[in-house]
Nanobody, 126 residues
């Protein structure tokens, strides 16, 4: 199973970025997906999750109203559109997928994830 995250970069506060995560070797369309982030010196934290169908989404308070998670099951890809970025959004962003039974509920904790992407760095300057 491979998760390849991309789309990170450096942006000024108020700007936007769109992260992508291409998944291979996994029954992508049957599982919920999530995005997490880890800032320097901090623990990895939940950002957003999406159900296997794409119908249900859930966001951390810090992401609500600014970030949008989506997926394209035909392309085995999950996205994170980030708008109105703030310096405190600076972190390495990881996509993640659980294992276990398919069609499960959203997974929003790190220990529920089985597979992780390599991370993509987002830097927001003030």
């Amino acid at each position: 199973v491979q998760l390849q995250a991309s789309g990170g970069g450096m942006v000024q506060a108020g700007g936007s970025l769109r992260l992508s995560c291409a998944v291979s070797g996994h029954a992508f369309s049957l599982y919920p997906m999530g995005w997490f982030r880890q800032a320097p010196g901090k623990e990895r934290e939940f950002v957003a999750a999406i159900s296997w169908s794409g119908y249900y989404t859930y966001y951390a308070d810090s992401a609500q109203g600014r970030f949008t998670i989506s997926r394209d099951n035909a392309e085995n890809t999950v996205y994170l559109q980030m708008n109105n970025l703030k310096p405190e959004d600076t972190a390495v962003y990881y996509c993640a997928a659980p294992g276990g039974r398919p069609y499960g509920e959203l997974k929003i904790t790190t220990h529920e994830q089985r597979y992780w992407g390599q991370g993509t760095l987002v830097t927001v300057s003030s």
